[in-house]
């Protein structure tokens, strides 16, 4: 399941790595933005050359630049696809470089910013609004188990599915979908017994 | 060691009045005083025992009766009791939270050292302790059963707990990741409350609670408690291969 995640914190010295968080999530939405609204093949493989550059210059492994162009390549070739029909192969080119290129940045982003200093920065900057009843640290708790939560959820909804098929049931909706809601509300329960026994309902 | 004591402490759920309509005893009151090093909680599925082992740091409230952790009530100073008491699951899956060993750790520790660094060395210092060193910054998901396990106990005693209750915590786990988990428990310098199926484990401890049908029916000496233990079950489960 761990192939699943996003891009796991990889420890290291780079210049990425030694920036504030708030730069960087700064810096990744600006990218984003501007990747989104400038509208060209040509500047969308510049773009693809810079996330490049930054994943090389945060030196992530290539397993997780394998992994994270793997997981958005199925869903940038049905929308590439769906581009080259309706505008032609310079829209879908298009579409597929910048697809390719934000999940990139993205990849950079987490791998060279832990969980806990993302946790530390949301709180950072949620405290504000603490006196209108925001608690920070609940909020940066719930981005957390929201992100930490995938692996687990698709986890669940293998095992689901492998049951069903091993009653014969594999294509029944019913057989995989009932069960996958109860675990999940079950794993969701759990989770916050195990939360509340570390006492980080507490935190604020 | 610290001074738990239930007074009349019993779990009834559904209920609008204690013995109303529709009512089920999950725990019947119960009183007793534990200050041994190691206690252990026997009995069988859904007899009560994970209950039990709920009340002592609040992750269930009594709803008669009182549960006190050194004075502190679960209900009222819960959060003091919480971190007086850490609580260790059967399933250490639903424990990990967090998407790499030391980062699960550091949440752990995030209630006591404000410092993102030594937040840092004090879970890399830990994971060493757990025999983890090596996965610091593999994703939890990847770890074995065993290890996931002894990573779940480490983001429990970061923080230094004064009482581990671990509710069948080798349930999951094959012989030799057992041992490895139980040899460690054993050797904590906290005080232990172990529910358990494993009378082997139980065996070890200093005092044996048996409960059973929602309520303590021994209590003591711990081979007399596994004896007893034995005895009702054998009473009322015929053995595989008995026929019939």
């Given amino acids: 399941m761990s192939d699943l995640l996003l891009g796991a914190h990889q420890p290291g010295d780079t210049l990425l790595h030694r ?16 990747v989104v609204l400038i509208r060209s093949p040509w500047a969308a493989a510049g773009f693809l050359l810079v996330a490049l550059a930054l994943t090389a210059l945060a030196r992530v492994r290539l397993r997780a630049v394998a992994r994270a162009t793997r997981a958005v390549l199925l869903i940038a070739a049905f929308a590439g696809g769906l581009q080259w029909w309706w505008y032609g192969p310079g829209k879908a080119i298009e579409t597929l470089l910048d697809l390719i290129t934000l999940s990139l940045a993205a990849v950079v982003l987490t791998s060279t910013t832990s969980v806990n200093a993302m946790l530390d920065a949301v709180v950072r900057w949620l405290r504000p609004l603490r006196p209108i009843g925001i608690r920070p640290e609940r909020v940066a708790l719930a981005l957390s188990l929201a992100i930490g939560a995938l692996p687990a959820t698709l986890s669940i909804a293998r095992e689901t599915r492998d049951a069903a098929r091993a009653r014969g049931l594999g294509r029944s909706p019913r057989a995989y979908l009932s069960p996958f809601v109860i675990r999940m509300v079950a794993r969701s329960l759990e989770t916050g017994d195990a939360l509340h026994a570390r006492g980080l309902g507490d935190l604020d | 060691m610290a001074r738990i004591e239930l007074d009349g402490a019993g779990v009834v759920v559904g209920l609008s009045t204690a013995t109303g309509p529709g009512s089920r005893t999950i725990l019947a009151p119960t009183s007793a005083t534990l200050t041994e090093a190691r206690i252990g909680i026997v009995g069988a599925n859904g007899s009560g025992k994970s209950t039990l082992a709920r009340l002592l740091n609040g992750l269930v409230e009594p709803t008669t009766g009182t549960v006190r952790v050194d004075g ?76 996931k396990q002894m990573l779940a106990l480490a983001g ?39 529910v358990t199926h494993d009378l082997d484990l139980a065996r070890r401890c200093d005092r044996v609670l048996v409960v059973a049908e929602s309520r303590v029916v021994f209590d003591g000496e711990p081979g007399a408690a596994v004896d007893h233990y034995v005895r009702s079950v054998g009473d009322d489960v015929p053995s595989i291969g008995s026929g019939g």
């Fill in chain 2, 156 to 194: 429990v005693l970061a923080v230094q707990p004064s009482v581990l209750v671990a509710d069948e915590p080798t349930t999951l786990l094959d012989l030799a990741n057992t041992r490895r988990v139980a040899d460690r428990l054993f050797a904590l310098d906290q005080q232990l409350v172990l």
């Fill in chain 1, 19 to 34: 920036l504030p968080v708030g730069a960087k999530v700064l810096g990744l939405a600006v990218f984003s933005l501007v």
């Fill in chain 2, 72 to 147: 502190l009530d679960v209900g009222r100073d819960a959060a003091a009791v919480r971190r007086r008491v850490g609580f260790c699951f059967t399933d250490p899956s639903a424990q990990l939270v967090m998407p790499t060993c030391v980062e699960d750790v550091e949440l752990s520790l995030r209630r006591h050292e404000r410092s993102a660094r030594r937040r840092r060395e004090r879970a890399l210092e830990v994971l060493a302790e757990f025999g983890l060193a090596d996965h610091a910054h593999d994703s939890v998901h990847s770890l074995s059963g065993g290890q």
